[in-house]
């Protein structure tokens, strides 16, 4: 029989310790297992995404051809357009309200010219020049009315042409030059 021997322990190493290249065939292992099934999920998923491309696109092609959906697509595109336009016009609009020269600035400037006896039938305005037609009750009036407007900074000249006479009132026609940069009326 044996004796018990209370040091063997101590004495006979056990072979429980792993070698180094088991661990190491292990590990790789595991990473293979890994990688394959990685793959294969990603495999999985891109043809669960493929037939619901295809889905889509069947069904793209059904709504194409509804004529609802057609002319809300042109409708879209229609606005679209007229937004851009719209844009185009807003841009336009600035553009011709910083180059207005006569304004109704102006207008009123040649408002508060105009004595009590005048009466105005018609203004012409173009870019440079401004053509008056009234009836006034006196010459007076006439040249008073003349007078203010020639007092205007505005203005570069003004002229009466023609006065005709009759029977209750004078007609008379105005003529005025509007300076270069200024026709824009004053700020008061």
Not at 5 to 20: G, R
Not at 22 to 34: A, D, K, N, V
Request: proline share 1%; charged share 30%.
């Amino acid at each position: 029989m044996k004796d018990i021997n209370f040091f063997s322990s101590y004495i006979y190493k056990k072979d429980i310790v792993l070698k180094k290249h088991r661990i190491f065939y292990c590990f790789i292992g595991i990473f293979i297992i890994g990688i394959i099934c990685y793959g294969s999920l990603n495999i999985i998923k891109i043809k669960k995404l493929s037939n619901e491309v295809e889905e889509l696109k069947k069904h793209y092609n059904l709504l194409n051809k509804d004529d609802k959906v057609n002319g809300i697509i042109n409708m879209e595109e229609n606005i679209k357009l007229l937004t851009e336009n719209k844009e185009l016009l807003n841009m336009l609009e600035r553009y011709i309200d910083n180059q207005d020269f006569i304004n109704e600035l102006l207008l009123e400037d040649i408002k508060l010219c105009i004595p009590e006896n005048i009466f105005l039938d018609s203004i012409l305005i173009n870019i440079d020049s401004i053509r008056i037609e009234g009836k006034a009750k006196d010459k007076e009036s006439i040249s008073q009315f003349q007078y203010e407007l020639s007092q205007n900074e505005c203005f570069k000249r003004v002229f009466i042409p023609e006065i005709i006479i009759g029977d209750e009132y004078f007609t008379f026609y105005i003529d005025i030059r509007i300076e270069e940069g200024k026709a824009f009326g004053t700020d008061d």
